[in-house]
Nanobody, 118 residues
Framework: QVQLVESGGGLVQRGGSLRLSCTAS????????MSWHRQIPGKERELVAR?????????NYANSVKGRFTISRDNVKNTVYLQMNSLKAEDTAVYYC??????????WGRGTQVTVPS
């Protein structure tokens, strides 16, 4: 059974940093594309960052986070991270980790709240 557990969210001041973690179980995370998404109430979930699996390819970021956020893996810990720097109020959202085991089909974590007061 695939499980993803996020952690690391919280309240941080504008300009601050947070690191989100997503630990996978039931799969070898390195084999698959993994991604971070975020959602604000009343809006659609949006892709924040994606790192490829064994199929290779580029790491992708939303334009709004390029240069501020970095996605990375720790294959020993079966964990994906999202380092978020220079946080803005508009980064406030619930952040979700996802793994794409079958193309177009995602397993999701439960999410972790990030709040950056304006």
């Amino acid at each position: 059974q695939v499980q993803l557990v996020e952690s690391g969210g919280g309240l941080v001041q504008r300009g601050g940093s947070l690191r989100l973690s997503c630990t996978a179980s039931g799969i070898i995370a390195n084999n698959y594309p993994m991604s971070w998404h975020r959602q604000i109430p009343g809006k659609e979930r949006e892709l924040v960052a994606r790192v490829p699996g064994l199929e290779g390819g580029d790491t992708n970021y939303a334009n709004s986070v390029k240069g501020r956020f970095t996605i990375s893996r720790d294959n020993v810990k079966n964990t994906v991270y999202l380092q978020m720097n220079s946080l803005k109020a508009e980064d406030t959202a619930v952040y979700y980790c996802a793994v794409e085991i079958v193309k177009g089909h995602y397993y999701w974590g439960r999410g972790t709240q990030v709040t950056v007061p304006s």
